[in-house]
């Protein structure tokens, strides 16, 4: 697959992740309505991963289970990162942040990154006993660029605090 053909569609998986972001500041949106764009944006995602994969029969009979549970593990971050940002909310909203409060937020945020960094170690050696290093690689690069670009979008839409 291009380049070009990657981009495109992560700018269309990162679009699709913006109305899940905007209820953060506003009151929630209906539980099924999420529920439709997660699975949606999860089966946009795993083609974006079998496009570019490039796996060989043996190779997508290994990895699609791993695969499978890395989602499953990375949704449990997706759903802290909401949850930092719904908490970010009120605090944006007031005139004065406590310490402590900001400190909640800064140790969240921290933990978050460092439990990413942890995850990915965690599945190195589940991915290298399914795949040459060259494909673990990808692999990676392919779930970083669907992160950056969502995190990217999420950034914009998330004002800097007072």
Do not use: C
Request: hydrophobic share 50%.
């Amino acid at each position: 697959m291009s380049t070009r053909v990657l981009a495109l569609l992560l700018f269309v998986l990162a679009a699709a992740a913006l109305p899940a972001a905007g209820p953060v500041f506003a009151q929630g949106s209906p539980a099924s309505t999420n529920d439709i764009l997660r699975a949606k944006l999860q089966a946009d995602k795993k083609l974006i991963v079998a496009a570019n994969m490039e796996l060989t029969e043996d190779e997508a009979r290994g990895f699609w289970p791993v695969y499978d549970a890395y989602q499953a593990d990375l949704q449990k971050a997706n759903d802290r990162i909401l949850a930092l940002i719904r908490a970010y909310g009120p605090i944006y909203r007031s005139e004065s942040t406590a310490a402590d409060e900001a400190t909640k937020l800064i140790d969240e945020k921290l933990a978050i990154d460092q439990s990413e960094v942890e995850r990915d170690r965690a599945y190195v050696p589940k991915l290298s006993a399914v795949l040459p290093p060259r494909k673990v690689i990808r692999y990676l690069q392919i779930e970083a660029k669907v992160r950056a670009v969502v995190r990217y979008q999420l950034a914009d839409h998330i004002p800097l605090i007072e």
